[in-house]
């Protein structure tokens, strides 16, 4: 995979193309994998440069597998358009914005979780029910390939299975409403409702790769961007233009763009 810090100067083609969207996911892309979601914090210097881009290009969003109100919060930054549950919320005009259709979902899903806690006895697992998704951590258990399989395996004998996707993700599984929204949906929505010609979209997981197809299947001149780590999936760097790595090249990144956008 070519890193992109040898490439530069594709990243000012894109950049030309107005209007220009840069999008990004969050975890394991401007913030660090933690050991659990909750201690999980965004590099401040990643916070900073995307402040100041957000009045230099025409959209600056996030695409978080989180719930739209801890993204908000977990990020911070004003003037960013935020998108949560892979695309199943979204703040729009002053107010949260659920998918429609998705609402039923949300007994569905606790419903699921508790199923799960009852029937899986790993130490170490962490459930996350985060409304119209859930996911179920196995990062802090001894064997994560044991705990990986004894999850699948039990979520497929949930009664609930056939209402959900099942996804794989670091050291997750994730349960999701059957419908057809992802992180490639959310950005398809973005490029129209924006009208952009031109779009970076950053990502480190499974997840991010229907971003990285909805951008090449669009129109518009595109780049997508694999964030690499030791737990990076084969997938992400198949899919991806050019590869960083990690947090630390992603800082490198958003400030090479508030240097080339100075006015």
Not at 26 to 41: H, K, L, M, R
Not at 107 to 129: Q, R
């Amino acid at each position: 995979m070519r890193n992109l810090f040898d490439h530069l100067d594709k990243v000012q083609r894109v950049l030309a193309s107005r209007p220009f969207g840069l999008v990004t996911d969050v975890d394991g892309t401007i913030s660090w994998i933690a050991p659990s979601p909750q201690e999980a914090i965004v590099s401040p210097m990643c916070r900073r440069y995307l402040s100041a881009l957000v009045d230099r290009l025409d959209l600056v969003a996030v695409i978080s597998g989180r719930p739209l109100s801890e993204v908000m919060g977990m990020v911070g930054v004003e003037g960013v358009v935020y998108v949560g549950n892979h695309g199943l919320e979204m703040w729009n005009k002053d107010a949260p914005q659920m998918w429609p259709g998705s609402e039923r979902y949300i007994d569905i899903i606790a419903s699921a979780v508790d199923a799960l806690n009852n029937m899986l006895d790993i130490d170490g697992l962490f459930f996350e029910n985060k409304g119209l998704t859930a996911s179920i951590h196995y990062r802090n258990c001894t064997d994560t390939d044991f705990a990986r399989g004894q999850i699948l395996a039990v979520v497929e004998s949930l009664s609930q299975v056939g209402d959900l996707r099942i996804t794989d993700g670091r050291k997750v599984v994730e349960l999701r409403p059957r419908l057809e929204v992802d992180k490639g949906s959310a950005l398809k929505s973005l490029i129209e409702k924006y009208d952009l010609s031109g779009v970076i979209y950053i990502g480190d997981d499974v997840s991010d790769v229907d971003a990285f197809e909805a951008l090449h299947n669009s129109r518009i001149k595109g780049m997508a961007i694999g964030v690499g780590s030791d737990e990076a999936p084969s997938q992400l760097y198949e899919a991806a233009d050019f590869a960083i790595d990690g947090v630390g090249q992603v800082e490198r990144l958003l400030g090479q763009l508030v240097e080339v956008t100075t006015d």
